[in-house]
């Protein structure tokens, strides 16, 4: 029986004391995307579209993570956009299982415009800021909400992202 626990008290110990370090992500959303010049002389003011993200979070501690996701964007013919997005992220617990977040980071931006005289398609950094709340379950499944501001070049985008995640 000592024998026993000799061998289970190292493995309960390291177990009790793991922390899920790891988190992945994938969610859809909804957003408004503003054009902030002229394009084939329509001022596309105000459009809205659809997206799907993925991303990949890793706790530094309790309250701090490093993320990175990738949205992919798109309105009919008229725009396609992949955003790659760098962050940190500031965790706040609001009780055992709630938690509310900023973060802050870099968009990696590749969009296409597409006219009827002429397309556009540009690449370039931005900024990228957001707040949310998430659920923990048990299992290590996570629901959250997160509103997104985000500057593409003469483009400006906040929408709402809801995801599902996994952490381990």
């Known amino acids: 029986m000592k024998k026993i626990l000799v061998i289970l008290l190292p493995i309960i110990t390291f177990a009790a004391n793991a922390q899920e370090k790891h988190q992945l992500s994938i969610g859809a959303g909804y957003g408004d995307y503003d054009l902030k010049e002229e394009f084939d002389s329509v001022a596309l003011l105000g459009w809205d579209a659809g997206h799907y993200s993925l991303g990949y979070g890793y706790n530094f501690s309790n309250n701090w993570m490093f993320e990175l996701d990738y949205y992919d964007i798109e309105k009919g013919s008229v725009f396609e956009n992949s955003v790659f997005v760098t962050s940190a992220r500031k965790t706040f617990d609001l009780s055992r299982r709630n938690r509310a977040y900023v973060k802050a980071g870099v968009n990696y931006y590749d969009f296409t415009l597409k006219g009827s005289f002429r397309n556009v398609n540009e690449t370039g950094l931005n900024y ?25 070049s003469f ?14």
Not at 138 to 149: T, Y
């Open 155 to 168: 483009i400006d985008s906040t929408f709402v992202d809801y995801s599902l995640s996994y952490r381990f």
């Open 128 to 152: 990228a800021v957001g707040i949310g709340w998430q659920v923990d379950f048990d299992m290590g499944l996570s629901l959250s909400i997160e509103l997104n501001k985000m500057k593409h």
